[in-house]
């Protein structure tokens, strides 16, 4: 069972949603210390690449902040415009010379030496692992990453790795509208990998709060239900599905301070066995096979 503490995300901190400001963000994170709350999600492309820099405003704005906060950056996602990007599209790049610039812009916006994970935001067909191993092994030793980790690496990407180098993490999808990590492979190839299961989304994205959507519908009553008997509300709840997963650390999608007390609680009680299996049957719609 996870008791681990959740991390925080800092996905809609800014452009791609609260907009908040530097010193509204400094406040969250620390509302999110005084919640138990030390580890921050980033990733480059947030915001359209703007919130590492919001963030980093907030560290500068907050003598003392930063130091307080083990910090967990994600790369290999290029969306900017350049002269061979002429779609504008996102795609993905894990090339070392890819991965070399965008650490570098990381580190340089959010104002900081080192991250203590450094994370493959998406897997790249045209990875070559011995050559990020190489990388990422200088990294460490120059100080500028703790450990490794991934994002959205299945079973088989994940198995890339093995041999080469450890992986501290693997960041997934994982919720009541999503759950095909616990049946593909996903979630058990990152266990036994040794590594941490990270997962974002896990309301998925608010969707499941939201009785307009037909998932959101389907889980209310269970939801108003379990909530009455359990003398909590239906985020902790769904909130508590996903934590109640072996291993696996909630990455909370909140940029509300006044949140974070509950959601903490939330990430760490477990769910009884019966009532896990009661809200996964709501969002199936159907009782497991
Ligand atoms: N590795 C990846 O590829 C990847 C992809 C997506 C996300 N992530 C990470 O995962 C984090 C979480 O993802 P997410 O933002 O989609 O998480 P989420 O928790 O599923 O969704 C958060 C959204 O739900 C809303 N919400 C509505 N009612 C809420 C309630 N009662 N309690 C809490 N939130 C409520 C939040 O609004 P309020 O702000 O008003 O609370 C926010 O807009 C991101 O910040 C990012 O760090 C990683």
Known sequence: MSTCPPLLGSMRFGDWGARLAPREVADLLEAALDAGVDTLDLADIYGGHTTNALVGAAFALRPGLRARFRLVAKIGIVTTANPINTRGLPYYDLSVAHLDDALDESLRTLGVDHVDTLMLHRFDPLLRVDEI?????????????????????????????????PVAANQIELSLAH???????????????????????????????????????????????????????????????????????????????????????????????????????????????
């Open 133 to 165: 191993a190489a990388w990422v092994l200088d990294q460490q030793r120059e100080g500028h990453i703790g450990t490794f980790g991934v994002s959205n690496f299945d079973a088989h990407a994940i198995a890339r790795f093995d041999g080469v180098l």
């Open 179 to 289: 759950w095909a990590p616990l049946e593909d492979g996903t979630h058990g190839a990152t266990l036994a990998r040794g590594a941490e299961v990270q997962a974002w989304s896990p309301l998925g994205g608010g969707q499941l709060l939201d009785v307009g959507t037909q998932l959101g519908a389907r889980l209310q009553p269970a939801l108003n239900a379990m909530a009455g008997e359990f003398g909590t509300d239906p985020a902790s709840l769904l909130l508590r599905w996903v934590a109640t997963v072996p291993r696996t650390r909630v990455v909370l999608g909140t940029a509300r301070a006044d949140r974070l007390a509950d959601a903490v609680l939330a990430c760490t009680t477990p769910l009884p066995h019966d009532a896990w299996y009661a809200l996964w049957e709501a969002a199936r719609g159907h009782p497991v096979p």
